[in-house]
């Protein structure tokens, strides 16, 4: 089966990737694993978020910023092809700072950041009576010092933004197969071979977007990506009357009026299981915040794998021995589909990257370990 690019994976990065690629008129053939396949998609807290980003690496808040400035365009483009809503907002967001101490650390990290980048900065802090005004049906906790709160941050359904781009997907003419796990990738007359079981694709290019199967599918181009899983658990609540208008760094209102909690960072390899210690820790950082949200019923617990690079930033690259295979991935899909969608879908389509990317190649891991 012959076609211009296979995108491998259809997760969020993929599936945003062969969707700016469809509508650009390219063939785009989509390959997703099995369904037991670990997808990070399935425990994404559905935030779209600038504030605080790539505190150790301010390139990334430069990309992170280019990406939530393409949200817009790429939400009323994707909502219009395919008639449906994702409950995306862009009203703001805040991270609550528990303490005085947590208060000052946060915003000398957000002005370190804001004088390596320079420019207008995208937040402010709001102090505790300042906070209260702008979340009047909100009790805080006693702990709560006050907030850092970023103008251009939002949240929207990570579930249904993934349905969305994959019907979008297959609007435009593009192919999504399921179940199609792929083994091997080879370089042949000019050309990608790409192998699923018994089935075979063709194509000029290439993008590896599957998550923590990349490392191996990357290699097999040239790629070398050192990857790690982290788990990171989630609990909902019950469905109570909207009172909560913006999204918090660990705890937002959906449309549907449940509270979303979360979510852990921990390193226990391929375990996506949930534990009842992180759903108690969970429960009591966000009480402490919002006490009120002790008298609401867990109504669901879940657990998903992070793809997570050695600094936790994302990697774009493409072969240097094998030009026209890509490598695409990051830990925020969501976020980051606005710029997938379009400046990552463009430099596939002209078969280059461009230059802001290249502190992005995983060349970057190879450093020298000292004797």
């Not at 990257?353 to 992005?360: E, I, K, M, R, T």
Request: proline share 6%.
């Amino acid at each position: 089966m012959q076609t211009d690019v296979i995108v491998i994976g259809a997760g969020t990065v993929g599936a945003a990737i062969a969707y700016g690629l469809v509508s650009r008129g390219l063939r785009v053939i989509v390959l997703d694993g099995s369904d037991t396949d670990h997808r990070a998609a399935r425990a994404n807290f559905g935030l779209v978020w600038l504030h605080g980003k790539g505190l150790t690496m301010p390139e990334y808040q430069r990309l992170t910023r280019q990406s939530v400035d393409l949200w817009p365009d790429f939400h009323d483009q994707l909502t219009r092809l395919v008639g449906g809503r994702i409950d995306y907002e862009r009203n703001g967001g805040l991270t609550l700072c528990l303490g005085e101490a947590a208060f000052d650390e946060r915003r000398h990290n957000l002005q370190r950041l804001h004088n390596t980048l320079g420019g207008d900065p995208d937040w402010e802090m709001l102090d505790r009576a300042e906070l209260e005004k702008l979340l009047p049906k909100v009790a805080l906790g006693p702990d709560v010092a006050g907030a850092s709160f970023g103008h251009h941050d939002g949240h929207v359904n990570p579930l249904k933004l993934l349905a969305s781009l994959h019907e979008a997907i297959r609007r435009l003419g593009g192919m999504l197969r399921p179940n199609t796990p792929v083994q091997t990738i080879a370089a042949r007359d000019g050309a990608f071979v790409v192998n699923s079981g018994d089935e075979r694709f063709e194509a000029g290019r290439v993008v590896i977007s599957a998550g923590l199967g990349s490392a191996l599918l990357a290699s097999q181009v040239g790629i070398e990506v050192p990857l790690r899983p982290q788990r990171g658990q989630i609990l909902v609540t019950e469905r109570i009357e909207p009172f909560l208008p913006l999204p918090t760094s660990g705890l937002r209102q959906t449309a549907e009026g449940t509270l979303m909690i979360g979510s852990t960072q921990e390193e226990t390899g391929y375990d996506a299981g949930t534990t009842v210690e992180a759903a108690a820790r969970m429960s009591h950082g966000a009480v402490r915040k919002v006490p009120r949200l002790a008298e609401l019923r867990m109504v669901r617990q879940w657990a998903g794998l992070r793809v997570m690079t050695p600094d936790s930033y994302p990697v774009y690259a493409q072969s240097p021995s094998h030009p026209g295979a890509f490598v695409a991935l990051c830990h925020s899909g969501v976020t980051l589909a606005g710029l997938h969608a379009d400046v990552i879908a463009d430099a596939v389509a002209a078969g280059s990257l461009p230059a802001s990317l290249d502190v992005f190649h995983p060349r970057r891991f190879d450093v020298p370990h000292a004797a």
